[in-house]
């Protein structure tokens, strides 16, 4: 990665979760400290790239399926470093019209996706922590271009497991902002999965990132359903995020669970 000028609050002396995600997924928004981590990771977990490249194949399909039943916003929480396939480019490829705002608590992850969606009118990107919903909805790049009285895809792809205790909180109060309608879709690492090697795995991965900016918190499935609370659960039910919407996508599950609720 080029060097700076970096923000001061940049702290470069350990791994940020979205940088090694961006790493993993072939990008080259990251730093040799968040390259170090992620060659840890997969000796912890040879499966983490390819649990990475499933995420990213996911919410591309649950931006389809929001937009085949007529959803037209999308709020992409811990939206990442942008790389191929981000949310305004796979809905702009059905309908330029489509609203979306990214939020993200990096800085880095910020400052390029405001250079990606330069002059887009469309689509914004606010640096705001996804444990305060009030300030996320709050926020002019939020408020100012999403209609909460109109259905909202509210995108929270791989980053609750970087919450910790505040997803449950967190989430009840966007739940409850959002319109009847409204699309909340999830994808979580767990080692609630039947392959007691792969359990294991994401368990080492959870130490992995312990010293790190981003720790890693595992939820059950049940805990994962739990997030949706009484928005009615969509498709096959919690699967793997390989199987979501259809089984059979993936040769392989990659021990993180998708939930996709509507409210009703």
């Known amino acids: 990665m080029a ?6 609050e940049l702290d470069l002396s350990r791994p940020n979760g979205a940088r090694v995600y961006d790493h993993l997924l072939g990008g080259a928004h990251n730093f040799q400290v968040d390259r170090d981590h992620a060659r840890r990771l997969l000796a912890a977990n040879p499966e983490q790239q390819f649990g990475a490249q499933a ?4 919410l591309r399909r649950v931006v389809e399926w929001c937009l085949e039943r007529g959803v037209r916003q999308f709020l992409d929480l811990g939206s990442g470093i942008p790389t191929v396939g981000n949310v305004h480019e796979i809905a702009h490829a059905h309908d330029p019209a489509v609203r979306v705002a990214y939020v993200d608590c990096d800085p880095i992850a910020v400052a390029h996706s405001a250079e990606v969606i330069e002059g887009l009118t469309t689509v914004t990107v606010t640096r705001a922590d996804l444990t305060r919903p009030d300030d996320v909805l709050g926020a002019d790049g939020i408020a100012g271009l999403l ?3 109109e259905p909202v895809a509210l995108l929270a792809i791989a980053c609750l497991h970087f919450t910790g205790g505040d997803a449950e909180r967190s989430i009840a109060v966007f739940r409850e902002r959002l319109a009847p309608g409204s699309v909340l879709a999830i994808s979580h690492g767990s080692d609630d999965v039947d392959d007691a090697d792969h ?3 994401m368990r080492a991965v959870v130490e992995s990132f312990r010293d790190t900016a ?6 059950s499935r049940a805990e994962i359903r739990g997030l949706l609370g009484d928005f ?6 919690i699967v793997d995020i390989t ?6 996508l993936a040769p392989r599950p990659a021990a993180t669970w998708a939930a996709v609720g509507v409210k009703g």
């Open 243 to 248: 199987d979501w919407p259809t089984a059979g």
């Open 147 to 149: 209609d909460l009285d």
């Open 55 to 58: 995420n990213r194949a996911f």
């Open 199 to 201: 359990a294991a795995r």
């Open 232 to 237: 009615a659960l969509a498709g096959p039910g």
């Open 3 to 8: 060097d700076g000028p970096w923000p001061d």
């Open 214 to 219: 981003s720790p890693v918190t595992l939820r």
